[in-house]
């Protein structure tokens, strides 16, 4: 046994007593390099996987050093993760996740230095690991920390399939919410409490997920303890039963009925979709991942946990801290979450302190050279956004149109956002995009202006999009995130401004309060969110009005048509935004409205009048039957299933109610609450 081998089998026997995993990192040529990973593999025959570069002989699966979320669901003993061409955060934060206890994870650097904060920061990182370097004394198990022999303990995933079981079998509208770390085996209990189900009765089970890759646990444990059950990528069969995977937008769409709903990284879907789910099936449950790629997850814990326990009071919570596929105090976990600023927590802040500091510009520079104030920015961008993941991290350091600012109180970030440089493109290029030939990365809003509004000059003005705005939680519902954007607009100088979010009511009023005009509603809505993305736009330009004319010009005829589905108020907010002249309807149509809200009449002849009239109306509609069946045009059976009336009958004489309430609110203004009558089923 070579000096190599036996550095190497003695670090596994360490890792296997502890059941813990070990990171190594190898410097040197490329073949030595090489030898050093063959070496390793002998060591786990058939348990190897590698992520990034070409595959070693012995690996028994290898993917591109981007798709790392492709392995979730797998385990191996030995996983070798090649940086020496490019690596991705998220990637590897996925990746090193599916490397059990007592097993390494080999780490192959390029011998040359790359340029970039980024890099820098994964090789500062990487020298923390157990590092291997040619020519160099091998490392010895006496020099590694010792820690207490450990087992890992199923006690944690054994409570929480009791509490999935009791969701079904206890009372309705009792909703479990459930998070974790990963390696916890949270997807696990969620497939091994759905068999144990099924065995017991005839029922349908359906699992929802932002992909469903990140379920492919849940089938396997099901379908393990369920033998004899026929399995597909979508769904699993046993005897009656089923278990089903339905994408969050298409259940929501759909509303498919089941016996008991499961949604999993529910941090990753927006919580507009969440309060939908809580609101139409009454036996589900929802957990999330805490740390890793799939986001923090704390702007879940703490916004939708508030929202359950007013809206449903009897909802129960469950967080598993307890590793199975490894034991605690886990090296490469710590190591993981110390480098990717997974382990990031807010800081405490005094409330009734008023002076606070102005907003500054951070350079990349100071971020790598000042770790600690990256992780207090980080950690507010973390917990304000679901989407926030180890590559924003990435890109903060190494993307020179991100632009970080901050705003601190006593030394301590209470608010910040991050802005995405765009625009300043030649007209040769602009030309280009119109053209189809060409979309530069990076200027999402810069090409959709000059794509899809055919601007031509706004794709060639200097702009920011602002990308993610966070406020301390402890501060927030005082204004501070319509200050931040008044204080990003005095200490910088950009044509216009520009963000691109997933619509909501919500999200829309408030950018609308600060100047910003919709220019763009996708017409699809994003799988993951369920959401349509949403441009809106701040500026003096010219052509801002003209372009905020062209989306409500359109917007009447989408409504109808590709937005036939979108939400009642966010089409009423929407509507609301557009100042337009409208012809004043003439004394006979506004009589035949008049007859028809009395009664008389014919929905059908009336029905573009009434449209005419309420445009021609300064408050925004509030009425969700208003929007469906007068703006959106559904059809009399849709609407009756959407409110849950009998009938066309029951239906009409709510519109008629309706519009009559909203029309006399018109010559009386009232609160709108008032007139919201009409709610969905």
Known sequence: MTSLEHSLSSLVAVAQQRNHRFGLTVKGLLDWQNSVCETAIRLFPSEVIQLGGEALSGVSRCVPYNKGQQLL?????????????????????SALGILRGGGLAIFITSAIDKDGLSEAWLKRALHQLIVIEQDSALPTVSQLDEVGEQES???????????????????????????????????????????TLIKQRKMRIIVTSPSVNSVTPLFEHAQRLLPQSERSKFALVWQQSSIEFVAPDELLLQKPSCDLLL?????????????????????????????????????????????????????????????????????????????????????????????IDSMRYIAPQTLFQSPDLLR??????????????????????????????????????????????????????????????????????????????????????????????????????????????????????????????????????????????????????????????????????????????????????????????????????????????????????????????????????????????LQQQIDPVSSPLIIRKVIQQWSWTRCAAEFGFTGRKQVEKALRDELALYLACESNPVPQSAIYSVKRK
Not at 392 to 400: A, E, I, K, T, V
């Open 376 to 613: 207090q920015c980080f950690a507010l961008l973390v917990n304000a956004h679901y989407q926030t993941t180890p590559n924003d991290l990435m890109l903060l350091l190494s993307d020179s149109s991100m632009k970080l600012f901050a705003l601190f109180s006593d030394d301590i970030c209470v608010g910040c956002v991050i802005g995405v440089e765009e625009g300043g493109l030649s007209a040769e290029l602009v030309s280009q995009i119109q053209q189809g030939i060409r979309r530069p990365k990076g200027h999402l809003v810069a090409t959709t202006l000059a794509n899809h509004l055919g601007n031509d000059v706004a794709a060639q003005q200097l702009s920011l999009r602002i990308m993610r705005i966070a406020v301390h939680p402890q501060l927030q519902g005082r204004g501070m995130g319509s200050a931040l954007l008044r204080e990003l607009e005095v200490i910088t100088r950009y044509s216009f401004y520009s963000t691109s979010f997933g619509a909501t009511d919500t999200l829309l009023r408030f950018w609308a309060a600060n100047g910003y005009q919709p220019v763009k509603l996708g017409s699809q809505r994003d799988q993951a969110s369920g959401c349509h993305s949403l441009v809106m736009v701040k500026g003096n330009q010219d052509w801002v009005d003209e372009a905020k004319q062209l989306f409500f010009d359109g917007l009447s005829y989408q409504l109808k048509d590709a937005l036939v589905e979108l939400d009642p108020l966010l089409s009423a907010q929407l509507l609301s935004l557009c100042l337009r002249s409208v012809d004043t309807l003439s004394a006979v149509k506004t009589r035949l409205v008049n007859a028809y809200i009395k009664g008389g009449s014919n929905y059908e002849n009336v029905s573009p009048f009434i449209e005419a009239l």
């Open 73 to 93: 669901g797998q385990e191996c003993a030995l996983l070798i993760i090649d940086c020496r061409d490019a690596f991705d955060a998220n990637s590897i934060t």
């Open 153 to 195: 303990s199923f006690s944690q995933q054994q409570e929480a399939v009791t509490r999935i079981e009791k969701v079904l079998t206890g009372h309705r509208r009792r909703p479990l919410v459930l998070t974790a770390d990963r390696g916890r085996g949270k997807t696990s209990a969620l497939g091994i409490a759905a068999a």
């Open 263 to 355: 949604v999993d990284e529910a941090s990753s879907l927006p919580l507009p979709l969440l309060f939908a789910m809580v609101d139409h099936y009454h036996r589900a449950v929802f957990s999330t991942t805490i740390h890793g790629y799939e986001g923090c997850g704390r702007g879940f814990t703490v916004k939708f946990q508030s929202w359950l326990r007013t809206n449903r009071p009897g909802t129960a919570f469950f967080h598993m801290d307890m590793p199975i596929r490894w034991a605690k105090a886990d090296p490469l976990e710590e190591w993981q979450y110390a480098t990717f600023l997974l382990d990031t927590e807010l800081a405490e802040v005094d409330e009734t302190r008023s002076v």
